[in-house]
């Protein structure tokens, strides 16, 4: 079963892509769908056998590779955190193969599109499957292949080249740290495999590694590298430029990697190498710190896009900025609650935008649409379903809560770090205040988004108007279960993923976090047994206790021990409001942004130029790379090795043929000259030599 | 005695016109000295017992050779001081180089030692009532005619080069050439032309 | 010396006698032949006759067990019976290469074949020599021919100057090897090798022996034109007639190299350590000299000069081992070496416009497009001088550093190697010009003599590959009796 889910998507994409001109474009449809939606009924049944059935296992494949202490072994590592893994990748992965169908109708390459999604998805299912970083590493590359692949798909189109080079080029950088990462991981524990890696932490915590004679906290050292790579994949701030240019490829392309699987890579990896960083604090408060102002910039830059996708783009990686301060913060569990839900959501808003997009032939600046909602009503429910789960719409304390999936897993998170900071945990406090302003903002560029779209007055051209239309069902299908899975993932597994079902849920691949004991849950139970036996056990006692202090303190709150009543209706209020002043800048006074616009007020050009981002690493990076390549090619390389090297060499050897030119006089008696000085120096080295 | 101070007189006399005929401003008389050179060097044949190679030094480098030079720095009017202008430029280096070897080959001299087996190898004085012409010519003829034959061969080469190089069959030169005047016939120059009259020959 | 003893010496000297008596007859022929083109004609057919007979006389002997003769004077064995072999044939095919040449540039002279063959006997005497006296008669009748050889267009100034330059320094070597026999002599008491490597093995670091040594290798370098004896080459090759630059380039190399071996490791063959110095020191300065003095040569001929002196050093280097396999190799080397050389002065002087003859590189330009057939052997040639893996002349050029490898001399090998790179460019300058610049004229057809030898061995570098390992056989059986 295991087998069929991660080596179907690559067999289908081996022949989809090899034989593509001796099976057609229709069959390489038929055989890359259909086995992947095999692999994602089969990783259903995984996860229900692994989370339910409490059936985690390894199994191993074959061996990779063995050179000394190194052994690398090609495994399918079947826990919780991989089965749910699973279940996303290869649910999003299939219901966006058939959205394709539809989608990409007219594309030539259809067979080639279809083989690059299928190894996709081989590539991410290996790498959430591995049992140790080298196979996790190989998946990280496989996927940034992919990626590359497909954002530059349209590959006549010198943006979407470009898009596709610095993609590739961004997550090099992190790759990179993500490398050293696994080097260092190896220097210190002599080993790759997770298992052997985990269990040897409570005894390396005070491992020092010596690096160019600075000293590093071994594991804070690892834990920062790894982040790094997650940081590139997951486009966090730093390494987020690539993401927003990474909507140059087809859209399901971005639904799929680009908001369901790969970004969230990152978050993953800090998930599966928890651990780790529960034993490095410094890191796990970077991490909750990048986190945070990922959230808070990409929302303020979403505010000022106009092209439909990249509103979407900066959404998601807003969203992923959530994910990793609830990671950082030692929210493990919740962090991949919102994943999941994300995953939903996300791919359901932005194939919502591949229907309008394809409905209005590809036009994807928000500005000259408008008042499609008659045009395309299923579509435009469909994104307001997606836009409430994004904004987490729902009803707090209400039923212990009830909303959309944004809700549970988004609110949770912003609460969360609220009792976090409460507990003094480092940036707690500072992870709270942004969530909040993000999901205002969050609301307010997500309505945006409605409301330019579908709202209001048409604003393109008649002839677009015209031929705009519903798209066809093989699209809107893979919509309507996307939409209940926004609809219902948050409710349904909100207990198993951070309640009370969570410890045993999770079973030892993520603690199921202190929360689950008090949230919605069964309060006198306390059964909460540390059965964790990573070395976190101590940490969780620790909380466990500052917690229950907290508790006493806020006691007479009638829902929650943990929270008090404005921390649980804030996020929501404040989404009401973004809502409003979207409603009211876009239904209410529809002529109030363009007279912003045409200010042109320095706060709006920073936010539509994101932050400058682009243009400080076109200085810094790209200009400072050239000229720091000029000043190694033309001083290091030219001047010094070249000098020195190959050019000086040519030219020592030219200078000494003149000099033999030269003496090259044609006179005799130099040339006898020369031979005498030759015998008295033959002489002399015989003289020398013998040693007389 | 006598013959070590002869030895130290000729010796000394090559070393001193060797060097003269190197530093001698005029070309005449390096020649000179060069002949002298010559002459010193066949008295120290001669205390060794080579009357032959005396003599013959002194009749063919002496008579032939060294006088050939002579005629030819005559006759060839070369300006020496000229030739001479660039020996100062090259003659540090050149003394640097030239007092090393010699230092070397004087070192030589005075640590030499000959091998075991040189005694036994050297070729036996000439045998008592044979005399050195006869000697020489027994050794020449007999054992090393392999090495007569092959100088025969070299001064052929020799002959040949000369010729080749220098020797031209001058095209408008009037020679006298006997065979050619003996066996010249009649019919060769004389022609019998019967000339019609009135009309001359045409 | 009884009459019988005589016939048995005389038997094994029968390549040397043919060509003794030969060249004389032939010099008669020449001097009696009515009209002086017809009979330098006749006598250029003749002499090459004359050669491929010795070559077969020398073949025919190494059927035999040789020997010594006249007294230990002269040694017919493998080895010199292999290089006379070599040499003769070296000689015939310079011959060929010579002979519409000079009736073109009216040097067609009886003398020149007469000269060539008294030169190949000087040659034969020296690779057999076993006392000095043999060695300095061999190599003066060798070089004496040489040096007329090298003057003989008499009425170019080029000409004379190479001759008279070639023929001064000459005679200073000469009296370098002279000077150098005498200490020698004066230390053993002996011109025989053979009394010489007796009295050389209890020598040890004898000054007066290891001086002699000195100088007679000097003057046997200037021989090879091993740096830095070798300021004659480029300026002798340039000025010389063309075919006598290429019969320099090959027979008269190889004997004088054989000779050097049979010097370095017969009669001091005790005394390896203190020469290998020197053979190396030879090697290191003519590798560098034949590399980088290359590089700035615009006239090809000047150009094989200087190939000539760098491939000398290879050679040098696997003689520098101073192993039984060094002599093979070195052995190996220049047979190969001959070949491609020939080639190339086959080339050289196919280079004929209308005009008459031309010896820049850049009049090489474009022959790919005019002349494909020639452009690919010259390409070939350089290549396999060069020492091109997959030529015949990569062999050569590595089992001689396989040799001094195998001695212990890898750093040696390195720097050798690293010349032998820079080499490569100035073979690759050729091969660049011929290839890629555009044509700037089309040469004369070539007489059929040089044409076949340009084809001959141009295909040689390519078809010889299958016939390495008789090759190999071959000279290692012949350097075998050689060497420690």
């Known amino acids: 079963m295991a087998y069929l889910v991660v080596f179907a998507p690559l067999i289908a994409s081996i022949i989809a892509g090899l034989f593509q001109k001796q099976i057609g474009d229709r069959a390489a449809q038929i055989i890359t769908t259909g086995a992947t939606i095999s692999a994602a009924l089969a990783s259903v049944y995984l996860l229900i056998d692994v989370a339910y059935g409490g059936n985690a296992r390894t199994i191993d494949i074959v061996s990779w590779m063995a050179v000394g202490q190194f052994e690398v072994n090609w495994a399918i590592r079947l826990d919780t955190l991989s089965a749910v893994m699973l279940v996303v990748i290869t649910s999003v992965s299939s219901l966006v193969h058939v959205y394709s169908w539809g989608y990409m109708a007219d594309d030539p390459h259809r067979a080639r599109f279809f083989s690059y999604l299928s190894l996709f998805t081989f590539a991410m299912l290996a790498l959430v499957t591995a049992d140790n970083f080298i196979q996790m590493f190989f998946g990280w590359e496989g996927v940034g292949l992919a990626s590359y692949l497909l954002i530059g798909f349209y590959y006549k189109k010198e943006s979407a080249n470009a898009a596709a080079i610095k993609a590739f080029v961004t997550n090099r950088v992190g790759d990179f740290g993500f490398a050293l990462g696994i080097m260092a991981t190896f220097a210190v524990f002599g080993t790759v495999k997770f298992d052997e890696v985990f269990a040897q932490i409570p005894e390396m915590s005070g491992e020092i590694l010596t690096v160019f004679g600075m000293n590093f906290q071994a594991l804070e050292l690892i834990a920062f590298l790894l982040f790094i790579g997650a940081m590139g994949k997951s486009a966090q701030f730093f390494l987020h430029v690539w993401l927003p240019d990474a909507m140059e490829g087809p859209t399901p392309v971005s639904a799929l990697i680009h908001a369901a699987t790969m970004v969230t890579a990152g978050v993953f990896l800090v998930c599966r190498c928890f651990p780790i960083y529960e034993v490095a604090p410094d890191t796990s408060a970077f991490i909750t710190f990048i986190g945070a102002v990922t959230a808070l910039f990409a929302a303020t830059v979403g505010l000022a896009q106009n092209d439909i996708k990249r509103v979407i783009a900066y959404s998601t990686c807003s969203q992923l900025g959530y994910m990793f301060f609830a990671a950082g913060l030692g929210l493990y569990s919740a962090a991949m609650f919102h994943l999941f839900t994300h995953a939903f959501f996300k791919a359901l808003l932005f194939l919502g935008a591949g229907s309008v997009i394809h409905g209005l032939h590809h036009e994807q600046d928000m500005r000259n649409m408008g008042g499609i909602y008659k045009l395309l009503p299923a579509t435009w429910i469909l994104m307001i379903i997606g836009t409430l789960a994004l904004t987490g719409v729902g009803l707090p304390i209400v039923l212990g809560g009830l909303g959309f999936a944004g809700f549970y897993s988004k609110d949770m998170i912003i609460e969360e770090a609220f009792a976090m900071g409460t507990e003094g945990v480092t940036f707690g406090m500072f992870a709270f205040w942004i969530g909040i302003t993000a999901a205002a903002l969050t609301s307010f560029y997500s309505w945006r988004l409605i409301f330019m779209t579908f709202h209001g007055k048409f604003r393109g051209k008649e002839e677009t108007l015209k031929h705009a239309h519903e798209s066809p069902p093989v699209m809107l299908v893979p919509l309507v279960l996307l939409a209940i899975g926004a609809l219902f993932a948050g409710g349904v597994f909100k207990s198993d993923f951070v309640a009370k079902g969570a410890q045993s849920f999770w079973g030892e691949s993520l603690p199921a976090g202190a929360y689950s004991d008090y949230k919605y849950g069964d309060y006198g139970s306390g059964d909460y047994t540390s059965g964790d036996s990573y070395g976190e056990e101590d940490h969780a006692d620790e909380s466990h206790s500052e917690e229950a202090g907290y508790g006493d303190e806020a006691h007479g709150d009638d829902h929650s021990e943990r929270h008090p009543t404005w921390v649980l209706v804030l996020p929501v209020v404040v989404s009401a409001g973004g809502f409003i002043l979207a409603w009211y800048f876009y239904m209410a006074n529809p002529h109030l942004p363009g007279r912003i616009a045409a200010t042109n007020g320095p706060l709006l050009r920073f936010l539509q130029n994101k932050w400058y981002f682009d243009e400080i690493y076109d200085f810094i990076f790209v200009r400072g790379t050239r000229a720091l390549g000029d000043l190694f090619w033309k001083v290091g390389d030219e001047r010094i090795i070249d000098g020195g090297g190959p050019n000086g060499i040519a030219a020592t050897v030219m200078a000494g043929a003149r000099r033999l030119a030269r003496m090259q006089s044609g006179f005799v008696y130099h040339y006898a000259f020369v031979m005498l000085i030759g015998v008295v120096v033959l002489a002399l080295v015989l003289i020398a030599g013998a040693g007389v | 005695m006598l013959q070590a101070a002869a030895f130290y007189i000729f010796s000394a006399i090559a070393v001193f016109s060797a060097l003269m005929v190197v530093f001698a401003k005029n070309p005449v008389r390096a020649v000179l000295f060069l002949i002298l050179a010559f002459f010193s060097a066949a008295g120290l044949f001669i205390l060794l017992g080579a009357e032959f190679l005396a003599m013959i030094l002194v009749i063919v480098y002496v008579g032939a050779v060294a006088v050939l030079f002579l005629f030819v720095v005559m006759m060839l009017d070369i300006d020496f001081a000229e030739l001479k202008a660039g020996f100062a430029e090259n003659a540090i280096v050149g003394g640097a180089v030239a007092s090393v070897l010699a230092l070397v080959l004087v070192l030589s001299g005075f640590i030499w030692v000959d091998a075991n087996s040189a005694q036994a190898n050297l070729a036996a004085p000439t045998p008592e009532g044979v005399s050195n012409v006869a000697a020489l010519g027994a050794l020449i003829y007999d054992r090393y005619v392999l090495f007569f034959q092959l100088a025969g061969l070299v001064l052929l080469v020799a002959m040949i080069g000369a010729i080749v190089l220098t020797l031209r069959h001058r095209d408008g030169v009037k020679r006298q050439d006997m065979h050619k005047q003996v066996n010249r016939k009649r019919e060769d120059s004389v022609e019998i032309v019967d000339v019609e009259p009135g009309e001359g020959i045409g | ?484």
Not at chain 3, 40 to 69: E, K, P, S, Y
């Open chain 3, 1 to 484: 010396m009884t009459a019988s003893m005589l016939l048995a010496d005389l038997t094994l000297m029968t390549p040397e006698l043919m060509l003794a008596v030969g060249a004389l007859a032939l010099l008669l022929v020449g001097v009696y032949w009515k009209s002086e083109l017809g009979g330098a004609r006749i006598v250029m057919r003749l002499t090459i006759g004359l050669l491929v007979l010795a070559a077969g006389a020398a073949i025919w002997l190494a059927q035999g067990d040789g020997g010594d003769t006249f007294n230990g004077a002269f040694n017919v064995d493998a080895f010199s019976l292999y290089a006379k072999t070599a040499v003769f044939f070296a000689a015939a095919v310079a011959l060929l290469l010579a002979f519409k040449f000079l009736e073109a540039e009216k040097l067609a002279k009886f003398e020149y074949p007469v000269l060539i063959a008294l030169a190949s006997l000087g040659m034969a005497i020296m690779v057999s020599a076993d006392d000095l006296i043999t060695l300095y008669m061999g190599l003066e009748l060798q070089s004496l021919s040489l040096y007329i050889l090298a003057a003989f267009n008499r009425d170019s100034l080029r000409s004379s100057e190479a001759g008279l330059k070639y023929f001064v320094l000459g005679a200073l070597s000469s009296g370098l090897l002279l000077y150098g026999a005498s200490l020698i002599y004066g230390f053993s008491g002996t011109t025989d090798f053979d009394g010489i490597a007796i009295a050389a093995a209890e020598a040890g670091n004898n000054v007066g022996l290891l001086f002699g040594l000195v100088f007679l290798v000097s003057g046997l370098a200037f021989k090879i034109s091993a740096a830095p004896f070798h300021m004659w080459t480029p300026d002798v090759y340039e000025g010389a007639p063309t075919p006598v630059a290429a019969f320099f380039a090959t027979a008269p190399k190889l004997a004088a190299m054989a000779l050097l071996a049979r010097v370095l490791t017969e009669p001091f063959g005790a005394m390896v350590d203190q020469w290998q110095q020197v053979i190396i020191v030879l090697a290191i300065l003519s590798m560098a000299v034949g590399s980088f003095g290359a590089l700035m040569q615009t006239n090809i001929k000047r150009l094989m000069g200087y190939s000539s002196i760098g491939n000398v050093g290879y050679a040098l280097v696997g003689l520098s081992s101073g192993t039984a396999i060094g002599v093979w190799a070195v052995l190996l080397y220049f047979t190969l070496y001959i070949i491609g050389v020939a080639g190339a002065f086959a080339v050289i002087l196919s280079m004929r416009k209308a005009e008459g003859m031309v010896e820049r590189i850049d009049d090489l330009a474009g022959l790919s497009k005019t002349r494909p057939a020639l452009a690919w052997a010259m390409t070939a040639l350089m290549f396999s001088i060069g020492g091109m893996p997959f030529l015949v002349g990569f062999f050569g050029k590595f089992f001689v550093f396989y040799a001094a490898a195998s001695a212990g001399l890898v750093w040696l090998v390195v720097v050798a190697v690293l010349f032998s790179t820079v080499s490569i460019a100035y073979y690759l300058r050729v091969v660049k010009v011929i290839w890629f610049d555009e044509p700037t004229g089309e040469f004369l057809p070539a007489p059929a003599g040089v044409a076949f030898v340009s084809r001959a061995t141009g295909l040689a570098t390519v078809l010889l590959l299958p016939f390495m390992i008789a090759l190999i056989t071959l000279v290692v059986n012949a350097g075998g009796g050689l060497g420690g």
